[in-house]
């Protein structure tokens, strides 16, 4: 029959529409919302990123700073940049955009964001909520965007057995808390790189959820035709198409499934944008 394929720009516009409004509330009431964005270096992958993520702010109201730092800045360099954003009361979102260059400690940065204007929801404390079942917080946008998506195709999560296939810092393992979490009470598989008979575990899945970064990995032949597939991989292949973690012929085996792109991106960005009114209605 072939898969049903999730409009994540759809998704990620009723969203957006949604937060337009909390910030207009938001603006009635005195507080103008605004997110600062810190890239360092040129990465042109990464000036996409951003370039799409203020382009979401612009659309939503909310205004944003884009920080630019030198390919060469030093770890001190950049945690002074975040602490001067920690102090300004007219910033109520920061983020840091991955990856640094240079051998700059990424999780010592999230460290040192606010914890209450940690849009990206990186930092130790936000991510130590979610262990404690704790999901009222600031959460990172690429798990959070992939509920929503799952609870928005009206699949029954409750019981569902699902596969996350990565286990980074970033995506994976809190997508593994979130799904397992109280609400959602998913049954999580952690799928990584030491992992024995990956077919057979995605075989007995009801949701997989691919997030390793290698390209069209997920074989049709490991799906079942009443699977949910979450692609959350996106490499550029050397033709420069963007490609996804998942074989686009598994569209034709499995129930639903995200497109890359057009899925899992623009919902991850909207989800940027509801961090970013809820730590600025939080301020
Ligand atoms: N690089 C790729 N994805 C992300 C993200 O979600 N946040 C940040 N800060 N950098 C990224």
Redesign the pocket.
């Known amino acids: 029959m072939g898969a049903a394929i999730a409009d994540g720009k759809a998704l990620a516009s009723s969203i957006e529409k949604e937060v337009s409004r909390g910030v207009a509330d938001l603006m009635d009431s005195g507080i103008s919302p605004r997110l600062a964005?810190v890239i360092v270096g040129e990465d042109p992958a990464?000036r996409v990123?951003v370039r799409n993520k203020q382009r979401a702010c612009e659309r939503c109201g909310i205004k944003s700073t884009l920080i630019e730092m030198p390919e060469a800045s030093t770890q001190e360099e950049i945690i002074a940049t975040v602490e001067g954003l920690n102090s300004d009361a007219s910033v109520h979102g920061i983020?840091?955009?991955?990856?640094i260059p240079g051998d700059v400690n990424e999780l010592e940065v999230a460290s040192v964001i606010s914890p209450l204007k940690d849009v990206?929801g990186?930092h130790p404390s936000n991510l130590g909520r979610l262990v404690q079942g704790d999901f009222s917080g600031l959460l990172?946008?690429?798990p959070a965007g992939v509920v929503r998506m799952l609870e928005h195709s009206g699949l029954q999560l409750t019981g569902a057995k699902a596969a996350v296939l990565g286990r980074s810092r970033?995506?994976g393992m809190p997508m593994s808390l979130m799904l397992a979490g109280k609400g959602v009470d998913a049954t999580v598989t952690i799928v990584h790189s030491r992992t024995q008979d990956v077919e057979s575990i995605c075989k007995e899945s009801d949701i997989i959820i691919a997030a390793i970064g290698r390209p069209h990995t997920i074989k049709p032949d490991w799906v079942k035709s009443e699977a949910y597939v979450v692609d959350v991989g996106i490499s550029r292949m050397d033709d420069g198409e963007l490609a996804g973690d998942v074989d686009p012929q598994v569209a034709d085996v499995a129930c639903w499934m995200t497109p890359v792109p057009g899925g899992v991106g623009p919902v991850?960005i909207a989800m940027?944008m509801e961090n970013t009114l809820t730590a600025a209605r939080n301020s």
């Open positions: 964005v990464s990123y983020l840091v955009q991955s990856p990206d990186f990172p946008c690429t970033i995506v991850t940027l």
